[in-house]
Nanobody, 118 residues
Framework: QVQLVESGGGLVQAGGSLRLSCVAS????????MGWFRQAPGSQRELVAR????????TYADSVKGRFIISRDNAENMVFLQMNSLKPEDTAVYYC???????????WGQGTQVTVSS
């Protein structure tokens, strides 16, 4: 069974940084694209960053491009999201998940809350 455990969120002032971590299990981690998603109150969950199985390529939503960096450690089954120059509009619960052609898996972790104050 898929398990996803996110951590590293918190309260930070605008312009600050946070590093999120996710431990993923239940699938062959190194075979999967991984993604970070976020969901703000009243909004749909959105994909903000994804990274290929080997870590060689990453893509970002326009809203975070140039500020967020996704990385992974296949030996530890972990994916990370370095978030810099945070803005109040980055406030959301952040989740990681496995990605395939159908999209994210049906399993979601508890997420980690990121709150950016102005």
């Amino acid at each position: 069974q898929v398990q996803l455990v996110e951590s590293g969120g918190g309260l930070v002032q605008a312009g600050g940084s946070l590093r999120l971590s996710c431990v993923a299990s239940g699938r062959t981690f190194s075979s999967y694209v991984m993604g970070w998603f976020r969901q703000a109150p009243g909004s749909q969950r959105e994909l903000v960053a994804r990274i290929t199985s080997g870590g060689g390529m990453s893509t970002y939503a326009d809203s975070v491009k140039g500020r967020f960096i996704i990385s992974r450690d296949n030996a530890e089954n972990m994916v990370f999201l370095q978030m810099n120059s945070l803005k109040p509009e980055d406030t959301a619960v952040y989740y990681c998940n496995f990605l395939d052609r159908r999209g994210p898996s049906d399993y979601w972790g508890q997420g980690t809350q990121v709150t950016v104050s102005s």
